[in-house]
């Protein structure tokens, strides 16, 4: 018996060490059965189940799930694991959902999410962000000169020139333009 682990790595991929060796395994015929302590330790997609299944039958390696008593030899046993791997991949998708809509509406509240982008500051209440008004003059500077088609590394020097510096007080490079371009600085003026 071999105990595989993938520490760690997440089930929404297929892609990870441990599982990898597993299908090495199940392709050269070494294993006739697969245990896993829960199935959405294994996937969250049905999609990628359905794969691992597929792959499993064709070796003849059954699938086994402890936490919900599943064994892929037997069609119901099949039928529930499939049911159980939609769950898992809805429920997934869902708090991704959830995620997302909490931090869009934090951000349209003018909340802090994530790293605070170049042109604002933390505002003193610790919570909302707020224009900082040296970072503000850079954008502006940045987006006239690229409107009038001055490219990114000129831009970079043009700033240095200026002694103007990055938020970590660095010199200005294309790829800090560059970043800040991608953004579309006119939008957070």
Known sequence: MHVIRDGGASAKTLHRPGLQQ???????RQVQAVIVAKLDRLTRSVKDL????EVFERRGVALISVAESLDTSSASG?????????????ER?????????????KRDKGERV????????LSADGKHVEPDGDEQAVLREIDQLRNSGVSLRRIAALLNAKALRTRRGTAWR???VARLCSRNCADRL
């Open 93 to 105: 998708e869902a708090i991704a959902e959830r995620t997302r809509d909490a931090l869009r509406h």
């Open 78 to 90: 099949r039928l529930v694991m499939n049911i159980m791997a939609a769950v898992s991949q809805w």
């Open 50 to 53: 359905c794969e691992l299944l």
């Open 114 to 121: 994530g790293n605070i982008a170049f042109g604002f500051r």
């Open 174 to 176: 294309l790829e800090h």
């Open 22 to 28: 597993v299908l090495d395994m199940a392709q050269g």
